[in-house]
């Protein structure tokens, strides 16, 4: 496992985790040899602080464990990414991500890893229902109302496709997608189960 690898005059070694569903990139810590064969023995993140000069397990005193799906390193081998399901939040501040301080380019152009973290919205409201909200609302209706309202969303994303405007296919696009993750969450199905057989096709 840490032949060949590129450790720097400390022992260490750049480590990068990104959550498997989403995309999104959770935080950056450093790895030891250690803390990467612990990380490959147990499928779970452990990482070595450089401030307290010892092994951790990520999520050890706040639950907040990293599930390691996939290692792999770059072409150079200094630096390991870590895709994982991540439970709870990867911030000790409390966000889900570290990073959250925006310093450069266009906020509101949000790539495909929205999708995660909708996902990650619409499965809390169906483990934890709460009062006026929509989607608690078709989860408690169940599977028949939710196939339902997909199937509408589906035939108005076709009719806005017929049409010039542009915005409106966005905004019917968005709604067949929330309503599709719905239907996914109802029936617990994950994006990652859609991606991977997207990715067994591609194959």
């Known amino acids: 496992m840490t032949e060949n690898i590129k450790f720097d005059e400390?022992?260490?070694?750049?480590?990068?985790?990104q959550d498997i569903e989403s995309g999104e990139v959770l935080m950056q810590a450093y790895m030891n040899a250690e803390a990467l064969e612990m990380t490959e023995k147990t499928g779970y993140a452990h990482y070595w602080s450089r401030s307290r000069k010892k092994l951790w397990k990520k999520g050890e005193e706040s639950g907040h464990v990293q599930q390691v799906v996939s290692m792999s390193f770059d072409c150079d081998r200094d630096c390991v990414l870590l895709k994982v399901r991540q439970t709870g939040v990867a911030c000790h501040t409390g966000a889900y991500s570290c990073f959250f301080d925006f310093l450069q380019g266009d906020k509101e152009r949000i790539g495909a890893e929205m999708l995660g973290k909708l996902q990650r919205i619409v499965l809390d409201r169906k483990e934890h229902p709460a009062e006026g909200s929509y989607t608690s609302y078709l989860f408690e209706k169940g599977i028949d109302k939710i196939a339902k309202k997909a199937g509408e969303e589906a035939v108005e994303m076709v009719i806005a496709s017929k049409?010039?405007?542009?915005e409106e296919l966005i905004?019917?696009?968005?709604?067949?997608?929330?309503?599709?993750?719905?239907?996914?969450?109802?029936?617990?199905?994950?994006?990652?189960?859609?991606?991977?057989?997207?990715?067994k096709r591609h194959s």
């Open 171 to 199: 905004g019917e696009c968005a709604d067949l997608l929330y309503h599709t993750l719905v239907l996914l969450a109802a029936r617990g199905v994950s994006l990652s189960d859609v991606c991977t057989e997207l990715n």
């Open 10 to 17: 400390k022992g260490l070694i750049c480590a990068i985790a």
């Open 163 to 166: 049409n010039e405007d542009k």
